[in-house]
């Protein structure tokens, strides 16, 4: 939705109706499936930024601009600058650490 106000100025799309298109269609929709054909980045890419250019257009976005959203929204997804922790997220991951259920660096700078 971020990407639809900062890419389609005075867009009406309300996130319901986007949601509404992204219920079906991504791998984890079939979790008894093995998904072999995904077994690369790109094919994993491509099926997903489908996926979004499909919601975006069903919601009325032109579909060259869906097609450029839908690659911003794969840039974002993978930028950690997208996603904060919770206030509990270290004292968790530290807890389980020392009943041995976190292990590697998690705790490194």
Known sequence: MQLMDENVP???ARIEQIRVHMHQGFPWHR?????HELSTAEAWWSLVEDL????LDAVGV????????ARLAHGRIIDPRSYHL?????EVLQHLAGRGRVRGSIFRS
Do not use: M, N, Q, W
């Open 52 to 55: 979004f250019i499909k919601a």
């Open 31 to 35: 979790p008894d499936a093995s998904h």
């Open 86 to 90: 919770y206030e509990d997220t270290l």
């Open 10 to 12: 005075g867009h009406s």
């Open 62 to 69: 032109e579909h060259e601009r869906a097609v450029v959203i």
